[in-house]
């Protein structure tokens, strides 16, 4: 079974910037072969699916309200997924995981939608002036 551990959440003012990563471990496979994506859940609220990636670097696919703002990449090396977040707003505070998703119509593409249900601890963005 696979394991995340996300890390890289703070406190940052409105339109700033942070850097989150997820270092997973227990792959049988390179990173690149996993649609893995990071997702948010925010106090009250359900989780939600942020921004995904699926077999290649143009594979992604991103919530309507992270669009332009969030980047997603990936070292293959380090098994370590990263989350550029840029442009910070007060919506977006929540407590982030990443986790693999499921596939779309083509095998390629990844979706909004967790595989299963393996969660790490995630990391916590605060947005506050």
């Known amino acids: 079974q696979l394991h995340f551990v996300e890390s890289g959440g703070g406190l940052v003012q409105p339109g700033g910037s942070l850097r989150l990563s997820c270092e997973v471990s227990?792959?049988?496979?390179?990173?690149?072969?996993?649609?893995i994506g990071w997702f948010r859940q925010a106090p009250g609220k359900e989780r939600e699916g942020a921004i995904c990636?699926?077999?290649?670097?143009?594979?992604?696919e991103s919530a309507e309200s992270v669009k332009g703002r969030f980047t997603i990449s990936r070292d293959i090396a380090k098994k370590t997924l990263y989350l550029q977040m840029n442009n910070l707003k007060p919506e977006d505070p929540a407590q982030y995981y990443c986790?693999?998703?499921?596939?779309?119509?083509?095998?390629?593409?990844?979706?909004?939608?967790?595989?299963?249900?393996?969660w790490g601890k995630g990391t916590l963005v605060t947005v506050s002036s």
């Open positions: 986790t693999t998703t499921r596939r779309g119509r083509q095998f390629s593409q990844c979706l909004l939608r967790p595989l299963g249900n393996n």
């Open positions: 227990g792959l049988t496979l390179d990173l690149d072969q996993y649609a």
């Open positions: 990636i699926g077999s290649s670097d143009e594979d992604t």
